[in-house]
């Protein structure tokens, strides 16, 4: 398994010091799976090109411009699964985390034993977290995607078109078969043309969905009071925009 990490933290030696824990972590407690580190420095940047591709994020609070609560606010309208650690020298500040449902926090200087309970619970969180992929059947071959990484499905005539955040994969199929395949995954129909990721959604104006890719894609008429009636029951379920 691969796991996906980002360490958002202005000062390089808080930085240094994090990655250094993290591979060593991984060397000692998960040797057969491995990691992929990202360090950001700049919160406003992280969270502008943030695409939910992370398992993991470590989150200064203390940063110039926007801050780490603010970055984590910023964050949940984007994805609310990702596990999110503060990282702080201001401890009376990381009790706020659970407004953002944070996985906890860890004091600075940060000591190797405390990073080591914290990521023993958090990889015990992810480690129980089943990633679900869509298969799909290519003239070329076989193609699994991550359900999260797909924004929305369209179709026209009998092309299926796969948008997710980095590119467009298409195959042929029926819109109607992949609404049942993706049905546990909680897309929802907005038109006859459409399947879109709840996950992936913004904003909803009137008749159109605003993705967090900056795309915008159209509700029909007849499929609206539907929509955000099954819109309203995922956000029900306890899930965030």
């Not at 203390?62 to 503060?86: C, I, W, Y």
């Amino acid at each position: 398994m691969v796991f996906r990490l980002a360490i958002v933290e202005d000062e390089k030696q808080d930085s240094d010091l994090l990655q250094s824990h993290i591979h060593h972590f991984f060397t000692e407690n998960c040797p057969d799976d491995s990691f992929q580190a990202t360090v950001f420095d700049n919160a406003g940047v992280f969270i502008e090109q943030y695409r939910p591709d992370y398992d993991l994020i470590f989150l200064d609070i203390q940063m110039p411009g926007l801050n780490g609560m603010e970055a984590a606010t910023a964050l949940r309208k984007k994805d609310s699964s990702v596990l999110l650690v503060f990282v702080t020298n201001m401890a009376q500040y990381a009790v706020r985390g659970y407004d953002v449902n944070a996985a906890g926090f860890i004091l600075k200087p940060v000591s190797y034993y405390d990073f080591l309970m914290r990521m023993r619970k958090c990889i015990g969180i992810l480690q129980t977290r089943v990633e679900e992929y869509v298969t799909l059947n290519m003239r070329q071959g076989i193609i699994r995607l991550p359900a999260r990484d797909i924004l929305y499905v369209e179709v026209n005539r009998h092309m299926l078109t796969y948008h997710t955040f980095k590119d467009t994969v298409q195959t042929t199929g029926s819109l109607a078969e992949t609404e049942v395949s993706l049905r546990g995954s909680g897309f929802l129909r907005c038109n006859s043309c459409y399947l879109v990721n709840p996950k992936a959604i913004q904003a909803v104006l009137g008749y159109d969905i605003r993705l967090i890719n900056g795309e915008t894609i159209q509700i029909s008429h007849p499929k609206k009071k539907q929509f955000m009636q099954d819109l309203n029951i995922w956000l029900g379920e306890g899930k965030n925009l």
